[in-house]
């Protein structure tokens, strides 16, 4: 949610900023804006839209200077308008500001800031602290202490009255070539380079330039220069910064000759499935192993219950995790939305361990429910796919996803790296219980054959493709469930949401009949989940009363499903597979269908309007 990118060094900064702006473009992209300091002020360049619509107005400008900052918005405070996107400078031109997060008390601040004599063009709560840096920068004297400066200082007395969250970046007119950053909430990562340094919200934009970055945390001021960097705390406290390494590079973030990065993603599910599961089987091949948890085989074994918390498609892996997890170890398990959880003050059971599940690790509702699950002193491990995340960094234990970068809004290899190690979590906890030791070896040989049966699912691509272009007319569509494949309904029509802006909901089957029903008619067709077995009966009833109410039907079907003939209007076939591995392979059909018919309807798949992958306000 915003993207931030900074760079010093002795490049012209204005082409590395908009590189790393556009690999930041899916974290919001209603506006964009850049500053650079040149010829002794800011040259600033703003527009409204997307990142190609700022290239024309930095070419005007013609930036030379090797100090800038810009960013992507996505709107909080204030409309989207070329005067509320970011960078904002002072009402006296000292300070440039660049902010992801929500300032809180701004009005307050532009009060007190008002009756000093600023002015202010923007109706954002960034324009605020922008000016209140301005206000203490003015008042400090110099220091002698490079690392020390009044502009570092200014900063550091703002951020204490600062209430809310922010990853800021400031320049000041006093100190060219020096960047100050500091994070609360929302994330910033430094970039060490060789004779530069970078800063942004995201690896993506730094790892083309270097693969050295310090991951700042929560109360931390970094000082960056070209050849030097420091970090201190909001209470002026030094810190010594560790280095680390990326271990993805730039290719592993490009289309490589796909259309979208969301057709992309899917196609790499099966190499994903593959690299979350890589090392993770015992050697006798009959249990899971996770080297991150920091807990050990007793004290797991001593849980009780386990409460999963995640939002968005997050949620959705939480819930098939819960029923695998019932299922095959017989614990317990409750998930809920993390941003509920969080303030509902629900009454826990002592013997719980928490999960928190979260693509980029930075959602702010899931961290917020995270930190609220610790105070009251349970242990909370996290399900992560970006390393470094905040998530990660505070939590126990956790398990990395290990699917590399997800660029599309719409998740996709996310989710069902998710699902998958919500399946070895079932079985690895079922394994310190009741299930026997040829239960445990079935279920890692199912886990194992997941990528190839995902691999035979995405051979569907062109017949789901035909079947998309012919259901785009519609407005409202249902997708329908049952057990481990309810969660995948709620994730299809999620994902037909997200990116076609066609309306859909997903239900139990059989809930169908107590309410969604009423909007069953030939203008509202019916996604099917199915799979052999016990439930197969009972969906197959659900279908009728579709068809009875001329409703079509799109079923997706395990192999040996013999439907009635003509009850599917659309017939998508799927392998049969073990039941902790369908979830995973149910999802490939949705995924696909929900992408071709947002192709077919022109909308812009990889950055659907109003939404951002990572949401890190509340
Ligand atoms: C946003 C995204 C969703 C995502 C959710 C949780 O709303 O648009 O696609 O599922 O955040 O993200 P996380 O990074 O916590 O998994």
New binding site residues.
């Given amino acids: 949610m915003c993207g931030i990118v900074g760079y010093i060094g002795k490049q012209k900064a204005a082409g590395i900023i908009l590189e790393g702006l556009k690999r930041l473009e899916y974290r919001g992209y209603d506006s964009t804006g850049i500053a650079i300091w040149q010829d002794g002020h800011f040259a600033v360049a703003k527009k409204v839209g997307r990142v190609a619509n700022l290239e024309p107005e930095t070419a005007k400008h013609r930036f030379v200077g090797t100090c800038g900052m810009g960013h992507t918005r996505w709107a909080t405070h204030g409309g989207v308008t070329d005067a509320n996107a970011h960078p904002h400078v002072s009402s006296d031109g000292q300070i440039a500001l660049i902010h992801n997060g929500v300032i809180e008390n701004y009005s307050s601040m532009k009060k007190f800031l008002l009756d000093k004599g600023y002015t202010f063009k923007s109706e954002t709560d960034t324009e605020v602290l922008c000016n209140l840096i301005a206000y203490h920068y003015a008042k400090e004297p110099e220091s002698t202490d490079p690392d020390e400066s009044r502009f570092v200082i200014s900063v550091r007395k703002t951020l204490r009255h600062a209430e809310g969250t922010y990853g800021i970046v400031v320049m000041a007119a006093d100190h060219p070539g020096e960047l100050v950053t500091a994070r609360k909430g929302s994330p910033l990562i430094l970039g060490i380079g060789d004779g530069e340094s970078l800063v942004a919200s995201d690896v993506a934009a730094i790892v083309s330039r270097t693969q050295s970055v310090v991951y700042l945390k929560d109360g931390e001021i970094a000082h960056l220069k070209a050849n030097t960097f420091s970090i201190t705390t909001l209470t002026a406290g030094d810190v010594s910064p560790v280095i680390d390494k990326v271990t993805w590079s730039i290719a592993d973030a490009e289309l490589n000759g796909y259309a979208h990065f969301m057709e992309k993603e899917i196609f790499e599910q099966p190499l994903a499935l593959e690299n979350a599961m890589r090392g993770r089987f015992s050697e006798d091949g009959s249990t899971a192993l996770f080297g991150g948890l920091n807990i050990s085989a007793n004290e797991f074994r001593g849980y009780d219950r386990f409460m999963f918390l995640?939002?968005?498609?997050?949620l959705h892996a939480c819930m098939v995790t819960e029923h695998l997890i019932e299922r095959f170890a017989r614990v317990p398990v409750e998930c809920d939305y993390a941003s509920e959880f969080r303030y509902r003050n629900m009454p826990l059971f002592r013997n719980t361990l928490f999960f928190v599940?979260?693509?980029?690790?930075?959602?702010i509702d899931?961290l917020g429910a995270m930190r609220e699950a610790k105070r009251k002193g349970y242990k909370v491990l996290a399900i992560n796919n970006v390393v470094g995340s905040t998530i990660a960094r505070e939590a126990d234990g956790g398990i990395y996803q290990h699917v590399g970068p997800e660029v599309g809004?719409?998740?996709t290899k996310?989710f069902t790296s998710q699902l998958l190690i919500g399946a070895m979590l079932a079985l690895y906890i079922g394994r310190m219980r009741d299930m026997s030791f040829s239960e445990g070896v079935e279920m890692v040989q199912a886990l194992k054959r997941a990528p190839d049966l995902v691999r035979v699912a995405l051979q569907q691509a062109d017949h789901i493709r035909g079947i998309a272009q012919r259901y785009t007319q519609y407005r409202d569509m249902l997708f329908l469930g049952r057990l481990s494949l309810f969660p995948i309904a709620l994730e299809g029509a999620l994902k037909l949401k997200?990116i076609s802006y066609i309306h859909a909901e997903g239900y139990p089957a059989a809930e169908m009949k107590h309410g969604p029903i009423a909007l069953i008619s030939e203008q509202c067709p019916s996604v099917f989940l199915v799979s052999s077995g016990e439930m197969f009966n009972k969906v197959v009833s659900s279908m009728q009363e579709i068809k009875a109410r001329k409703g079509k039907v799109i079923a997706v079907c395990t192999e040996s499903c013999k439907l009635p003939e003509g009850l599917a209007d659309e017939l998508i076939v799927i392998p049969e597979c073990h039941e902790a591995v369908l979830p995973i392979v149910a999802t490939i059909p949705v995924q696909l269908l929900s992408y071709y018919m947002a192709v077919e309807l022109h909308r812009d798949v990889d950055k659907p309007r109003n939404?951002?992958?990572?949401?890190t306000v509340e």
Avoid: I, N
């Fill in positions: 995640a939002c968005g498609t997050a599940m979260s693509q980029s690790g930075e959602t899931t809004v719409a998740s996310a997200e939404l951002a992958k990572s949401v």
